[in-house]
């Protein structure tokens, strides 16, 4: 029963900014590392952004520093993803995961608890 929840996706023009959101239904994202994915259609899944437990460490793909920034509000059991100056090649399915435990960051089967994912689409 253990899962996540994503929502925020959308469709947006080039430049635009979106905000996903990632909850936990059945346990406590506190204890948890918290990672981003996305999988658009013909490519594999790829590990965009990770944050760690307490907050202090984060991890970004190439194509997405320095215009997404993740972030987590325990208080309200809560991950969030802000995408700013998006593009058409950030079009995919966003899948947030949780995980406990070290090692790497960006690799799925890593992860234990997964979201539905929400679709991002930005076109022109």
């Known amino acids: 029963q253990l899962h996540a929840v994503e929502s925020g996706g959308g469709v947006v023009q080039p430049g635009d900014s979106l905000r996903l959101s990632c909850a936990a239904s059945g346990f406590t994202l506190n204890y948890y590392a918290v990672a981003w994915f996305r999988q658009a259609p013909g490519k594999e899944r790829e590990g965009i952004s990770s944050i760690s437990r307490g907050g202090a460490l984060t991890d970004y793909a190439h194509s997405v520093k320095g215009r997404f920034t993740i972030s987590r509000d325990d208080a309200k059991n809560m991950v969030y993803l802000q995408m700013d100056s998006l593009t058409v090649e950030d079009s995919a399915v966003y899948y947030c995961?949780?995980?406990?435990?070290?090692?790497?960051?960006?690799?799925?089967?890593?992860?234990?608890?997964w979201g539905q994912g929400t679709q991002v689409t930005v076109s022109t």
């Open positions: 995961a949780a995980k406990v435990g070290g090692g790497m960051w960006n690799i799925p089967t890593e992860y234990t608890y």
